[in-house]
């Protein structure tokens, strides 16, 4: 983490304002351009006096966005942290994700944000809370590191999007896709027909790696669809040159 450089911090919080407060302390080593609070959604959290509390925690000049967090599921609530994150990347900011609070459905989707990002990620207020007195107030956690997908596969990934009701389908999805992006170029270049094999095996080592799941479909047909991390996946690496 650049701790000179434009940083936003995305800070994931429960309802106690008290770790919140610990966790804006233990986040001054970074300076912050911006910030962004997702918090979840309570009767606690969705009233003005909560959020004037927030806003006079922050201080006055921080470029500060608070944002409620409705969803329930891991992979629900890592696609809104992964969104947010991806949102200050483009931006221009490198991304810190501060997790607040000990709540496993706000530490699991941010962990899985960080690694698929890229972010630095620490722990702060409740999530330190039980190395005791004494204890450092933050804590940096390794990441996992994540191999971006081969050029091929994440064009099977894009061509999916809603399903696709056989290989034969996805593999013409894939041919439209590259001859609408290489108009110019020769039809033999620019589409490369993948066979039916080459697709069966693009395919077998996407749903290995659970970005894609597939079901019977008619005709004995295979049904392919983008699993949650495989969509959170090309909304990562999908974008990037």
Request: charged share 25%.
């Amino acid at each position: 983490m650049d701790k000179s450089g434009k940083n936003a911090h995305l800070f994931l919080a429960g309802p106690d304002i008290r770790y919140l407060e610990g966790s804006i302390r233990a986040s001054y080593a970074y300076q912050m351009q911006s910030a962004v609070l997702l918090v979840r959604k309570t009767p606690e959290t969705c009233n003005d006096s909560f959020l004037d509390e927030v806003r006079g925690l922050f201080g006055v000049g921080l470029d500060l966005r608070v944002e409620w967090i409705t969803e329930e599921g891991v992979m629900e609530i890592a696609k809104r942290i992964t969104d947010a994150a991806l949102e200050q990347r483009r931006a221009g900011n490198t991304v810190l994700i501060n997790i607040c609070d000990n709540d496993p459905f706000l530490v699991i989707p941010g962990y899985i944000t960080a690694c698929l990002t890229g972010s630095t990620i620490i722990l702060t207020g409740a999530a330190t809370e039980q190395r005791g007195e004494g204890g450092p107030e933050s804590m940096q956690i390794p990441l996992v590191p994540v191999c971006k997908p081969l050029k091929t596969r994440l064009s099977i990934l894009a061509a999916i999007q809603d399903g696709v009701n056989s290989q034969d389908e996805l593999i013409e999805r894939v041919e439209f896709k590259s001859r609408r992006e290489a108009p110019e170029a020769p039809y033999a270049e620019s589409s490369s027909r993948m066979s039916r094999s080459g697709m069966s095996h693009h395919v077998k080592i996407l749903e290995k790696k659970g970005l894609i799941q597939t079901a019977k479909g008619k005709d004995k047909a295979k049904r392919i669809m983008l699993t949650d991390m495989g969509r959170l996946m090309y909304d990562v690496y999908g974008e990037q040159p």
